[in-house]
Nanobody, 122 residues
Framework: QVQLVESGGGAVQAGGSLRLACAAS????????VGWFRQALGKEREFAAA????????RYVDSVKGRFIISRDNVENTVYLQMNSLKPEDTAVYYC???????????????WGQGTQVTVSS
């Protein structure tokens, strides 16, 4: 079992930055890929970024490439999402999820956090 807790959300103006953290419990967290997903009000959950178990492979949705960076610290059992140059369209609840491989499909992930709100004002 893996339990995930997100933190770091908040309100920021366009152009600002936030760093989200996904803290995991469970001794085998380092075995899992982790994805960040986001869900805006009234919209479906969408993939944002993912990282494999050792950080050697990362992927991003096109809309965040060059602005977001996903990283992980397997000693601290934490995955981060550094979000720079934020835009109003980045406003959403952000969720982290753990699974076997860093894919874009949310149904492939086994464990989910409760989410953290990110609000970007223009």
């Amino acid at each position: 079992q893996v339990q995930l807790v997100e933190s770091g959300g908040g309100a920021v103006q366009a152009g600002g930055s936030l760093r989200l953290a996904c803290a995991a419990s469970g001794r085998t967290f380092y075995n899992y890929a982790v994805g960040w997903f986001r869900q805006a009000l009234g919209k479906e959950r969408e993939f944002a970024a993912a990282i494999n178990w050792d950080g050697s492979s990362r992927r991003y949705v096109d809309s965040v490439k060059g602005r977001f960076i996903i990283s992980r610290d397997n000693v601290e059992n934490t995955v981060y999402l550094q979000m720079n140059s934020l835009k109003p369209e980045d406003t959403a609840v952000y969720y982290c999820a753990a699974g076997d491989i860093p894919v874009t499909e949310p149904t492939e992930y086994d464990y989910w956090g409760q989410g953290t709100q990110v609000t970007v004002s223009s």
